[in-house]
């Protein structure tokens, strides 16, 4: 096949990756558990040009920035190494993560690209090497290659991928405070983070233990254990980003106000739990039967949105962009 298509969603972690213990491998220095949602998703279509001197790239219909190229290039060297191809490639992605709405489009977008890229270049990769693949592009890429709950194991590059999990029901409150583009992207926060602050090391163990009650919870159907989880390694990690120097700090006062909702509204009875990214929106979990109340209580603060956990990446049949042939 020289020409794919396919789709992937974004995803929430619950224990977060924060750190690298390599960064051409993008290997993470501790595991993360994740929900892929059912929601925002990202397609792509890769066709092989075998006569173009250069990748390219749209997304959206318009050609992408610099960077952005830049790294798909960079992951098609990868896909091209393991295929043994030269060829260049188009690629024509649509996100449908609105650009405001606070979320990371790299975990779809590489995740989209990772499957929809290794069948146009011929390859045949079982779930976990998919995973191995997209985490190339970005880490948390890794953990959309799997539907709903996913633990996305640390180790060397063999071991590093992602892979389903059973656990309790959940729903996540997007909950969207702040619309302005974050300053330093996770990359380069990452980066600083592991390199200048002085509590690391502490949050690379604490990660891996969090992460083991974390699945202990999941096993055990046990939601109040892992919001509880959640809650403290969010807060953990902010407060780990912030110990960098120069200090990073992604929250915003909104963002306090949402967490301190969140646990009045505990207090009230309503259970619910709240995280965050790199970057000042929160996202809420609640069960099923209190998703709509929970969106409710905090669409005061924000646009409050309900998600469910949604399905893995895979391929479609629906082209993105010119058909072969009518591209010009
Ligand atoms: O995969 P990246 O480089 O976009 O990093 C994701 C980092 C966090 O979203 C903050 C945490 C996580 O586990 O998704």
Same mark, same amino acid.
């Given at each position: 096949?020289?020409?794919?298509?396919?789709?992937?969603?974004?995803?929430?972690?619950?224990?977060?990756?924060?750190?690298?213990?390599d960064?051409?491998?993008?290997?993470?220095?501790?595991?993360?558990?994740?929900?892929?949602l059912?929601?925002?998703?990202?397609t792509?279509?890769?066709?092989?040009?075998?006569?173009?001197?250069?990748?390219?790239?749209?997304?959206?219909?318009?050609?992408?920035?610099?960077v952005?190229?830049?790294?798909?290039?960079?992951f098609?060297?990868?896909?091209?190494?393991?295929?043994g191809?030269?060829?260049?490639?188009?690629?024509?992605?649509?996100?449908?993560?609105?650009t405001?709405?606070?979320?990371?489009?790299?975990?779809?977008?590489?995740?989209?690209?990772?499957?929809?890229?290794?069948?146009?270049?011929?390859?045949?990769l079982?779930?976990?090497?998919?995973?191995?693949?997209?985490?190339?592009?970005?880490?948390?890429?890794a953990?959309?290659?799997?539907a $709903?709950?996913?633990?996305?194991?640390?180790?060397?590059?063999?071991?590093?991928y992602?892979?389903?999990?059973?656990?309790?029901?959940?729903?996540?409150v997007?909950?969207?405070?702040?619309?302005?583009?974050?300053?330093?992207?996770?990359?380069?926060?990452?980066?600083?983070?592991a390199?200048?602050?002085?509590f690391?090391?502490?949050?690379?163990?604490?990660?891996a233990?969090?992460?083991?009650?974390?699945?202990?919870?999941?096993?055990?159907?046990?939601?109040?254990?892992?919001?509880?989880?959640?809650?403290?390694?969010?807060?953990?990690?902010?407060?780990?980003?912030?110990?960098?120097?120069p200090?990073?700090?992604?929250?915003?006062?909104?963002?306090?106000?949402?967490?301190?909702?969140?646990?009045?509204?505990?207090?009230?009875?309503?259970?619910?739990?709240a995280?965050?990214d790199?970057?000042?929106?929160?996202v809420?979990?609640?069960?099923?039967?209190?998703?709509?109340?929970?969106?409710?209580?905090?669409?005061?603060?924000?646009?409050?949105r309900?998600?469910?956990? $949604?399905?893995?990446?895979?391929?479609?049949?629906?082209?993105?962009?010119?058909?072969?042939?009518?591209?010009?």
């Open positions: 096949m020289s020409e794919a298509t396919a789709r992937a969603f974004p995803n929430i972690a619950l224990v977060k990756y924060w750190g690298k213990r960064a051409r491998l993008i290997l993470p220095a501790a595991g993360s558990l994740s929900l892929t059912d929601a925002f998703p990202t792509t279509t890769v066709r092989l040009d075998p006569d173009a001197a250069t990748d390219s790239f749209t997304l959206n219909g318009a050609p992408g920035a610099e952005p190229t830049q790294r798909v290039t960079r098609l060297d990868v896909v091209r190494e393991l295929a191809s030269t060829s260049h490639a188009r690629v024509d992605s649509l996100s449908e993560i609105p405001d709405a606070g979320l990371a489009s790299s975990a779809a977008g590489f995740a989209a690209l990772a499957v929809a890229a290794s069948a146009a270049y011929g390859l045949d079982d779930a976990s090497a998919l995973s191995r693949l997209a985490r190339r592009g970005s880490g948390s890429a953990r959309s290659i799997v $709903g709950l996913a633990v996305w194991h640390a180790g060397d590059d063999a071991q590093s992602a892979e389903g999990v059973d656990g309790p029901e959940l729903r996540m997007i909950l969207t405070l702040d619309r302005s583009a974050k300053r330093v992207s996770s990359r380069e926060a990452m980066v600083r983070t390199a200048t602050s002085p690391y090391t502490g949050w690379v163990t604490s990660t233990s969090t992460l083991e009650e974390a699945l202990a919870a999941c096993r055990a159907g046990d939601f109040t254990a892992l919001g509880l989880l959640t809650e403290l390694h969010a807060l953990r990690m902010h407060a780990l980003i912030q110990s960098a120097d200090p990073i700090r992604y929250l915003k006062p909104a963002s306090i106000a949402a967490f301190d909702r969140v646990e009045e509204l505990r207090a009230a009875g309503l259970e619910c739990y995280t965050a790199a970057g000042p929106n929160v809420v979990i609640a069960k099923p039967d209190d998703a709509a109340q929970v969106a409710d209580e905090l669409a005061v603060l924000g646009e409050a309900v998600v469910g956990p $949604g399905p893995g990446a895979t391929l479609i049949a629906d082209a993105v962009g010119p058909t072969r042939g009518a591209a010009g």
